[in-house]
Every structure is written in C-alpha cells, then in structure tokens.
C-alpha cells in the first residue's frame, strides 16, 4: 500500500521525493509533509483524496488485509471493529458537514463534505496532514475531530489513540454492569431489604427516590 501510495502521490505532480515522504508519512499516519503549509500548500483535491484514503486504509487492523490475502476475506470483513470504525467515520463526516454548511462556513454542501472528510480521517488516524485551520470551526465540528483523535483507529494499525477496540471493550463492558444493576434492582423475586437509618439515607438522592418508589408501591419502609 506504501508504493501505492507513493504513485499515486507522484501522479498527482509531486516530485519523487516529496511522493516518497508523503508516502511513508501516510502509511505511518504520521502525516508530516514537505511543505510548510502541509498539503494544504499543493491546493490539489487530488493529493487530498488520495492522502484520506491511504490514511483511512491504514486505521484499519492489518490483520484484516492479512486474511484478505490468504483468501479469507469474507471472514475478514465481518470483523465487528472494522464495522463500528466505518460508522463512526460516516456519521462524524456527515454530522461534521451539515455542521459546516448548517453554519456558514462554505458555501456548498460538496465542499463541505470534501473538508469533513479530510479532517476527519486525518484525526481518527492521528496524523497531521492539513488544509485549512479546523480550530475555526463551529464547537460541535472541533469536539467531534477531538473526541476522534482520543478514540484513534484500530487495534493493530499504525494510529495512535486509544484504539477502537478498547474503547468497544469499554462501551460493552459498561453497558453490561449497567445491565446487571437494573436486574438486581428491578427483578427481586422476594423482598429487598435495605439496612440503615432511613432519616440519613432520604437524605441521599437515589436512595430518597428508592424509597418513594417502594412506598408508591405499598411495600413496607421500617423507619428505626
């Protein structure tokens, strides 16, 4: 993907040095440029389209493209991590770009969608390829790239971040204990019995509105 990568870079009028670097820099999701001015300096959509999708392309768990090569790719693309990584690549770009457009901030639907894009794939794989100053967005725009930044791609790319994969680990893992909370709470077969001293524990929010639920319900609160 790397050679790839530098071809196309050199097809789109950069020079062999420069391809190579932005090459390297892509496959490293690194994204340091030649130019001061990034690849914003080149003002070519071309060089931009082709520099957000090698950066998406290496986000992704090298594993994937392993069992794709050794004929396994049906397997490969159920991977539930690469499934929530392009959701969540959709949904920041297309929330992002109505953001932009809802806003203001460029004047076509298309050109924002372009920017989105871009910024987007350059912020959940950590690199620092740039066209235009992001920090002069709208709030939910520069929230939405920072929380991507934290997140990072997926587990056994080339990202930084917190990588996907651990961050679906703690999503589900929270979800669970919530899960088993509302059972023991909601599904008692017997009686809940709750030791203490009812005038220190109605202080309590949730036990105040506990309390009023089982008193809703006629249960017996012991007051001692």
């Known amino acids: 993907m790397t050679l790839l990568a530098f071809v196309l870079f050199a097809c789109g009028g950069?020079?062999?040095?420069?391809?190579?670097?932005?090459?390297?820099?892509?496959?490293?999701?690194?994204?340091?440029?030649?130019?001061?001015?990034?690849?914003?300096?080149?003002?070519?959509?071309?060089?931009?389209?082709?520099?957000?999708?090698?950066?998406?392309?290496?986000?992704v768990n090298f594993y994937i493209y392993y069992c794709i090569l050794t004929g396994r790719a049906r397997s490969a693309l159920k991977n539930e991590e690469l499934h929530c990584f392009i959701g969540i690549v959709l949904f920041a770009v297309v929330s992002i770009a109505i953001n932009?457009?809802?806003?203001?901030?460029?004047?076509?639907?298309?050109?924002?969608?372009?920017?989105?894009?871009?910024?987007?794939?350059?912020?959940?794989?950590t690199s620092s390829f740039a066209t235009v100053d992001y920090t002069l967005w709208p709030q939910y725009s520069k929230w939405m790239l920072l929380m991507l930044m934290l997140i990072g791609g997926c587990a056994g790319s080339t990202?930084?971040?917190?990588?996907?994969?651990?961050?679906?680990?703690?999503?589900?893992?929270?979800?669970?204990?919530?899960?088993?909370?509302?059972?023991?709470?909601?599904?008692?077969?017997?009686?809940?019995?709750?030791?203490?001293n009812a005038a220190t524990m109605t202080k309590h929010g949730f036990y105040k509105k506990l309390f009023q639920f089982c008193g809703h319900d006629d249960e017996a609160l012991t007051e001692e």
Not at 18 to 45: I, P, V
Not at 113 to 119: G, I, S, V, Y
Not at 169 to 174: E, S
């Open 100 to 125: 932009l457009y809802s806003r203001g901030y460029y004047g076509s639907i298309a050109t924002a969608l372009h920017q989105a894009f871009f910024n987007v794939s350059m912020s959940i794989s």
């Open 159 to 196: 990202c930084g971040g917190l990588k996907l994969s651990r961050v679906m680990i703690l999503v589900k893992t929270a979800l669970s204990d919530l899960r088993r909370m509302n059972v023991a709470i909601t599904r008692a077969r017997m009686k809940l019995i709750i030791l203490g």
């Open 14 to 59: 950069m020079s062999i040095y420069e391809a190579l670097g932005h090459a390297f820099a892509s496959a490293g999701t690194g994204g340091f440029s030649t130019r001061n001015a990034s690849l914003g300096e080149f003002n070519s959509l071309y060089i931009e389209v082709v520099a957000t999708i090698f950066e998406l392309l290496f986000s």
